[in-house]
């Protein structure tokens, strides 16, 4: 049986939609920067974020989430010119080009105790092709 479930999730993972992770769809993003209740991450790396992003979103590439995450306020404040999010805070939003950045970083700060983590799994594609 763990052998089944544990197949099952790297297929998951393998086809890019993990499971569990919550999402925020395009309308209900647009919801939430109009009345200023979402917190985007941009999750890729400097250089992409540079080209591009979705306007208001701090930019943390993954690879430096988990340490961004874990940092003291000042340190956070003093690195990103930006307040450190609270555990508590509701509707904070992941997104990276594609979806898997994105996930990975939702997972990692869900599993950090930030219960308002969210993944915008349509992405900054999405928001391009239907924003931009």
């Not at 940092?71 to 508590?88: G, I, N």
């Amino acid at each position: 049986m763990l052998r089944i479930a544990f197949l099952r999730l790297c297929h998951t993972a393998a086809a890019g939609t993990m499971t569990g992770v919550p999402t925020v769809s395009l309308s209900e993003l647009r919801s939430l920067l109009a009345s200023g209740r979402a917190r985007l991450f941009d999750v890729r790396s400097r250089e992409e974020a540079e080209a591009g992003t979705i306007p208001g979103a701090l930019n943390i590439p993954v690879s430096e989430l988990e340490s961004a995450l874990t940092m003291d306020p000042a340190a956070f404040r003093a690195l990103y010119s930006a307040e450190k999010p609270k555990l508590e805070d509701k509707n904070l939003v992941f997104f990276c080009q594609l979806g898997k950045r994105g996930s990975q970083a939702t997972q990692l700060a869900q599993g950090l105790g930030y219960t308002g983590a969210r993944h915008y799994a349509g992405a900054y594609k999405e928001w391009l092709e239907k924003e931009g």
